[in-house]
Nanobody, 112 residues
Framework: QVQLVGTGGGSVRSGGSLRLSCEASRNPYKMGWYRQAPEKERELVATLTADGTTEYGNSVKGRFTISRDIDKKSASLQMNNLQPEDTGVYYC?????????WGQGTQVTVSS
């Protein structure tokens, strides 16, 4: 199983930017983030496979950008033009050999 450690997050005003990072114990095939707002289900934010395929949640397309550094076994999520509805706990995610792994979660709070 892949161990994931997510960093970043914090509080920002609407329209602001934040950057999340995640380091893995080894490179998973797919790496990215999901988020969960209070009383809502966990949802896809963005993922990026080792061969370069990206997937974004509809609500973040055009605002968030995911990238990976294979050598450093890490991924980053640049979040621009943040909105209050982006508030939630962001979980680093990895998928490798049919197994899902999760980081501890970091809080992102966007105020209007």
């Amino acid at each position: 199983q892949v161990q994931l450690v997510g960093t970043g997050g914090g509080s920002v005003r609407s329209g602001g930017s934040l950057r999340l990072s995640c380091e893995a114990s080894r490179n998973p095939y797919k790496m990215g983030w999901y988020r969960q707002a209070p009383e809502k289900e966990r949802e896809l934010v963005a993922t990026l496979t080792a061969d370069g395929t990206t997937e974004y949640g509809n609500s973040v397309k055009g605002r968030f950008t995911i990238s990976r550094d294979i050598d450093k076994k890490s991924a980053s999520l640049q979040m621009n033009n943040l909105q209050p509805e982006d508030t939630g706990v962001y979980y680093c995610y990895g998928h490798h050999y049919w197994r899902d792994s999760w980081g501890q979660g970091t809080q992102v709070t966007v105020s209007s």
